[in-house]
Each structure stands twice: as structure tokens, then as C-alpha cells.
């Protein structure tokens, strides 16, 4: 009964809003717009930051980095070129990080090898490097073929190779690679494996970007030894780095900070001259996110200023409409309408003006964010709540912008009314 | 054109009269009084002075009168008019309407009393536009909550008793302004109230269209309605069975007897 009665009064809503079908239709337009508007930004900032963050996922948000940095060179050692610079993290550093920290779960140690490399005929530059099989519990992927490095691996003599996707592209191996050999700098290495990777785009580095190939750590440390030839602006520079990095994986998100605090004051104790550096995703993907809430509601303002422009489009509209009917409110409230049933009348019509704009804007909304996609490259989102606030929004601003003029109408001196021109 | 007004009186099928049952058995005889008026005033300021539109007005009239309310410009037939009807409430003074004591109803009150107790006719017909003639006489009973089908079958017959029946579909920009009086008519007998008020409502029609609404109307107060309405012309004052001759917002005197 009650349903019947309200469907009756949408009807009677819409025709009288379809008198005026260009009016109702520009009336609508804002809303449309503002709803599409709110719901293209939300999308593009979802996109963005789904994008960044997972990039920083990628490095996993229980994880610490620790990289070697080259310290910066002072004025005096210039005339000293040829004196072999030592830098960087120790072997030890990473036993003392995998053995007296209570919350590091395991490190993977790793030492970056540029070497020539050749299967068959095919021979290419690979980064090589050397780390210990806790690296494939700590940066999981996916292996195509094979197996990856394991403990039994560990020692000087394992002569095995793990190719990445991308390394085995640049020597051609393929599954049927996996048991021969090839030759990486001066020693044959049995390929055991082949694991994908991640191609890292953007600013954050993934910690298996550019790898080529793994080989245990005492197989690298044993051929590569721990000098490195560094070719910079035509002159080569040699250089000692014991560990270019070191992934250390903590058990908890929550002990990630406080662990890397510790960490950071045992290296500044043995590393004085600052030649290291450490990062904490989880700080990163913190910033992240706060820098993501600011940026989405920049977005969502501007989106709902061009709403609240809608909504005071419809809020003249209906203004408009009340002035042109004055008369008829004066004969309804004759006849024995009450304030709040003139108010109701008004409502409707505007919360149909409104939820109308709005299912149109949810329509059109993703058109828009796909439209931004392909002209800007962009990746955008639709989150499902983008969709459900323009609901609300909509709803919220058909009542706002209504209960002003409705309650005009409704307020109106009968005998005033009915005597209008 | 002739006025198609069955002399049968009103034909309210079982449905509309099952629903419409009820109210009628409250109703006073005819000879009750309907109106009530007990030392009236209405004042209005008009910057530091006091216009007196009506001015102590005692009045009583009964179920099944029919009264011309007449009067020169600015006498106060208006301001009358208004307070009977209930869009208006008296500075001071007692207005009893069936029994209901509205001199100091609350808004929400004084709606349902126009609702449930008037019927207004006005000189200017006031359809409202974007309606068809079966839903503009529906409203009365829209706002009284009948059920669709009900309130169709009533709009229905009310239509065919001013002779509209063939009519319901049309706007009232597509009928004539006798016509769209009769509409006017039959929504304000839609819901079956005890009193019609009509404003000058022959004022918009010329003379032999207007004869017909008063014929209409004469007709009506035949079948038992209480009508009062505001007029300047004497030869439609001559249709009710009463005059009320008002001067300077009071009663001058009283001609017939309703
Ligand atoms: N709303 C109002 N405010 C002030 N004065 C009013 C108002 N309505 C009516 N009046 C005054 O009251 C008096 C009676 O008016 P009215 O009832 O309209 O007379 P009539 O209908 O007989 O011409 C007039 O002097 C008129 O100016
Ligand atoms: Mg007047």
C-alpha cells in the first residue's frame, strides 16, 4: 500500500518534470557531470596508487633493505685514483643482522656480478648474482623449470646456475636448457633453473629487476672475489665491495621499524663513514598511502565542487519551479494538502532530478576513466565504493538542494498563493 | 451545450461509497448550523495602523443554505471568504465548522478541515495544468489516501455529474472555461464535502456559460450541499436563497433566509 503510494508519487514526479524535458534534462546535465567527474578521479587516483603500491608490495612490506653506497669522494683523494677504494656492507654484517636480531626471520645476502656469459653460440652480458638460497624464500616467484638454489648449494664447488626469465632470453635457453652448461666469465655453471622476474618501471627498484642469473654466494665469492672493476668516464676504476646488498626479512610488520632502528645503529657503529644505506618499505608504502590520501581528496574535492555546482543548478531549478507554481501550491494547500505533503511533492522531484544525474554519471563515469586511460596512459581503477559514495552523494544532494526550495513551497501563504499571477 | 446534471442525486457506487462510509452518519440534519461565527475580527496592521477587515462578525448558517456573500470593494467579502474556508485563522472571536472549533486549529488541523470538510471553487477555475480533468478532481482524494481504484471510480462519476464524463484524459488547457469550471466543480465535490465556497465563480465566464455554473450549483445545494459564495452581480446573487450585505468589515444586513 505504502509502495503503491510512493510509486504513484514518483509517477506523478516525473510527469510533471517531463513538461519541461530540456529544462530537467540541462538540470540534470550537472549532476551527471559532477557524479562522472567524482567517479573518473577516484579512479585515476585508485589507479596510480594501486600502482605504486604495489610496486612497493613488490619489495615486501616486512622486509628491510640494506644497500652499499660508494662514499663520496673527498678533494684530497683525487691525486689517489689508483689506490683500490674498499666500501660497502661485510660478510659479517649480515651474520650479525641473521644471528643477534630477534625478529629477523633471514637475510639473503647478495654480491653483484657483471660477467660475459655463453650457451652454444649465443654469448651476452649478464648481471650475475650471487646470493644463498633464504633469496628465493625472501623474493618468491614463480619457477618455470627446474628448481632454485637450495642449501645444499651452498659451498664453493656447487658450480650451478638459476637463470631469470630475462637472462635466459639473452642466451636463448630454454626448459630444455636446464641440465647444461654455460659459461659465465671463466667457468662452466650447470643450469639447474629458471625462474620469472619482475620488470621494475618507476622510481622503486624490485629487488629482482635487471638479475640475470643466481649463483651460490661461496661460487661467487670463490671465482668473482671480492674486487670489482668499475668502468666510469673512460677510466677504470677497481673497487673491494664484500655485499652490494642485503634483503633482511623481519617476522612482523609491527617489529619492521623498531628493527631496522637497531640495525641502522649497529652499521653507523661499524660503518662510520656512512657507506651504507638502508630502506624500509613499509615507511615507503606509509608515505604512500598518506601522500595517496591527500592526493585522492584533492581529486574528490574538485570532483565534488563540480557536484556542488550541480547541485545548485538544481537548487535554481527547483526555485524557478516553485515561483512558477506558486498557484498550484496555493490549491493543494486549499484543498487540504499539508506543509510536509507539499514538501514531499517538491522533494521527489528533486531527488528524481538528481538520482536520475547520478545513475547517468555512474554510467558515464567509467567511460570517462577509460577515455583518461587511453589518452593518458593513466591507469585507472573504478573502486567499487567510487560507485556507491555517488549514490550517496547523489541522494545526499537532491535532498540538499531540494529541502531550501521545497520548504519555500510549502511555507507559502495559501491565500498569497492562490492569489498570484 | 447543456448542463448534463442528473437529477438522481449522487450515484456513489459500492466501492467509493464503502470507502467514503462513515463520515456520513457524523453529519448533522439539514437545519443543523454548519457555520458558526461568534464576534469575529480579523485585523491587519498596516504600519501603525489597524485595518479592520472584519469587524466583530456574528453569523450562523445551516446545512443546505445557499448564501451570496455581497458587498462593495474593500467591505471585506474576501477576508470572509478566507476565515470560512479555513486558509486563515480570525485575530479574535469563535468560528465553529461542523461542529469543529478552528479559531485556533494548528496549521496540520486546518488542512485536514479544508480536506475533509470544503470544497473550493475559484474565479479563475485553478486547474492544475500539467494534469489530466480525472486527475486534478482525484486530488482531494489523492490527499485523503484513497486507494487508486476507489479514487478512480469516484473522479469518474463526480466527472459525469457536471457532465464531463467524456472528458477525463483532456487537459484543461484543451476545455473551454466552462468547461474547466465544471472540472473545478467536481473537485470539490470529489471527497463529498458538507460545504462548497465558491469566489466570484462565474467572474472569468460570460454570462450564459456562467448561467450554467450557477444552474450547476443551484442544482447541487437541491441535493443537500451547503454553499456559500462571493459575488458583486446581482443577478448571480439572485440564485442563492439568501444575501449577506457586507459594509466596512461588518454584517449590514441579511436578505432571505439561505
Ligand atoms: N493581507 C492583507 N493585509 C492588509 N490588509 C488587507 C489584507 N487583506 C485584506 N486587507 C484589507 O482588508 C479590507 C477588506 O479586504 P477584502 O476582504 O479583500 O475586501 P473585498 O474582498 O470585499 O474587496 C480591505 O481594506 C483590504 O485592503
Ligand atoms: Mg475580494
Same mark, same amino acid.
Given at each position: ?421 | ?66 448564501? =451570496?456573500?455581497?458587498?462593495? &470593494? ?10 470560512? $474556508?479555513? +486558509? %486563515?485563522?480570525? !485575530? ?93 466543480? =467536481?473537485?470539490?465535490?470529489? &471527497? ?10 462565474? $467572474?472569468? +465566464? %460570460?454570462?450564459? !456559460? ?49
Amino acid at each position: 500500500m505504502a509502495l503503491m503510494k510512493i510509486v504513484r508519487d514518483v509517477k506523478l514526479g516525473a510527469k510533471t518534470l517531463l513538461l519541461h524535458k530540456l529544462r530537467s534534462m540541462l538540470t540534470m546535465l550537472g549532476v551527471v557531470f559532477g557524479v562522472a567527474s567524482v567517479i573518473a578521479m577516484l579512479a585515476v587516483g585508485e589507479g596510480a596508487s594501486r600502482e605504486a603500491l604495489d610496486r612497493i608490495r613488490m619489495l615486501g612490506s616486512d622486509n628491510i633493505m640494506l644497500h652499499s653506497v660508494k662514499p663520496t669522494e673527498q678533494p684530497e683523494d683525487r691525486g689517489q685514483r689508483q689506490r683500490i677504494l674498499s666500501y660497502g656492507l661485510h660478510y659479517e654484517d649480515e651474520r650479525r643482522i641473521r644471528e643477534h636480531f630477534e625478529h629477523v626471520v633471514r637475510t639473503a645476502p647478495v654480491k653483484e656480478i657483471r660477467q660475459d656469459a655463453r650457451l652454444g653460440e649465443r654469448s651476452h652480458e649478464l648481471r650475475v648474482i650471487g646470493t644463498t638460497w633464504a633469496w628465493f624464500a625472501l623474493v618468491p616467484r614463480p619457477v618455470i623449470a627446474g628448481r632454485v638454489l637450495a642449501e645444499r648449494d651452498m659451498d664453493q664447488t656447487s658450480n650451478v646456475v638459476v637463470l631469470t626469465e630475462h637472462g635466459a632470453r639473452r642466451l636463448l635457453a630454454t626448459e630444455q636448457t636446464i641440465g647444461n652448461r654455460i659459461r659465465i666469465g671463466d667457468g662452466y655453471y650447470e643450469v639447474i633453473g629458471i625462474v620469472q622476474n619482475e620488470e621494475a618501471s618507476g622510481e622503486t627498484q624490485i629487488p629482482d629487476s635487471r638479475v640475470d642469473a643466481y649463483i651460490p654466494l661461496p661460487v661467487a665469492r670463490e671465482r668473482f672475489t671480492d674486487f670489482h672493476v668499475r668502468r666510469s668516464a673512460g677510466s677504470m676504476e677497481r673497487e673491494r665491495v664484500e655485499l652490494h646488498r642485503i634483503i633482511v626479512q623481519v617476522n612482523d610488520n609491527e617489529h619492521v621499524e623498531s628493527t631496522a632502528a637497531a640495525i641502522e645503529r649497529m652499521l653507523a657503529n661499524n660503518h662510520p663513514n656512512g657507506d651504507y644505506s638502508i630502506q624500509v618499505p613499509l615507511q615507503l608504502l606509509r608515505q604512500a598511502e598518506e601522500q595517496q590520501r591527500i592526493w585522492n581528496w584533492t581529486l574528490a574535492s574538485v570532483a565534488g565542487i563540480s557536484l556542488l555546482v550541480g547541485g545548485i543548478g538544481i537548487m535554481n531549478i527547483m526555485l524557478a519551479s516553485v515561483t512558477e507554481r506558486t498557484r498550484e501550491i496555493g490549491v493543494r494547500r486549499a484543498i487540504g494538502a499539508k506543509k510536509r505533503q507539499i514538501v514531499s511533492q517538491f522533494l521527489i522531484e528533486t531527488l528524481l532530478l538528481a538520482g536520475l544525474g547520478g545513475l547517468v554519471g555512474i554510467a558515464v563515469g567509467p567511460l570517462l576513466a577509460d577515455r583518461i586511460e587511453s589518452l593518458s596512459g593513466i591507469p585507472t581503477i573504478v573502486p567499487t565504493y567510487a560507485i556507491l559514495l555517488s549514490v550517496g552523494i547523489s541522494v545526499t544532494v537532491g535532498v540538499a538542494f531540494g529541502l531550501y526550495p521545497a520548504a519555500r513551497a510549502a511555507n507559502l501563504d495559501p491565500i498569497v498563493a492562490l492569489r498570484h499571477e | 451545450m447543456t448542463s448534463q446534471l442528473t437529477d438522481a442525486g449522487p450515484a456513489t457506487a459500492p466501492a467509493a461509497e464503502a470507502y467514503a462510509a462513515g463520515g456520513d452518519d457524523e453529519r448533522p440534519p439539514i437545519g443543523a448550523p454548519v457555520v458558526v461565527l461568534e464576534d469575529v475580527h480579523k485585523h491587519y496592521p498596516m504600519g501603525d495602523q489597524v485595518v479592520r477587515a472584519l469587524n466583530g462578525v456574528s453569523l450562523e448558517l445551516r446545512r443546505g443554505q445557499f448564501w =451570496a456573500i455581497m458587498g462593495p &470593494s474593500g467591505s471585506g467579502k474576501s477576508t470572509m471568504l478566507n476565515l470560512l $474556508g479555513c +486558509l %486563515d485563522r480570525p !485575530t479574535s472571536g469563535r468560528y465553529v465548522l461542523n461542529n469543529h472549533d478552528v479559531s485556533d486549529m494548528s496549521d496540520d488541523e486546518l488542512s485536514d478541515i479544508r480536506l475533509r470538510e470544503l470544497g473550493f471553487i475559484f474565479q479563475s477555475f485553478n486547474l492544475i495544468p500539467q494534469l489530466t480533468v480525472r486527475e486534478n478532481i482525484e486530488l482531494p482524494l489523492y490527499y485523503q489516501g484513497w486507494p487508486a481504484a476507489a479514487s478512480l471510480q469516484r473522479a469518474t462519476e463526480t466527472a459525469e455529474r457536471v457532465g464531463l464524463g467524456d472528458r477525463l484524459g483532456h487537459r484543461p488547457a484543451e476545455l473551454s472555461g466552462g468547461q474547466q469550471q465544471r472540472v473545478a466543480v =467536481a473537485r470539490a465535490l470529489a &471527497s463529498d464535502p458538507q460545504v462548497l465556497l465558491a469566489d466570484e465563480p462565474t $467572474g472569468n +465566464l %460570460d454570462t450564459s !456559460t456562467g448561467q450554467m455554473i450557477m444552474k450547476l450549483l443551484s442544482d447541487l445545494n437541491g441535493q443537500g450541499k451547503t454553499i456559500i459564495l462571493v459575488t458583486h452581480e446581482a443577478e448571480i446573487a439572485a440564485w442563492a436563497r439568501g444575501r449577506i450585505h457586507m459594509r466596512d468589515g461588518g454584517i449590514e444586513r441579511i436578505e432571505g433566509d439561505g
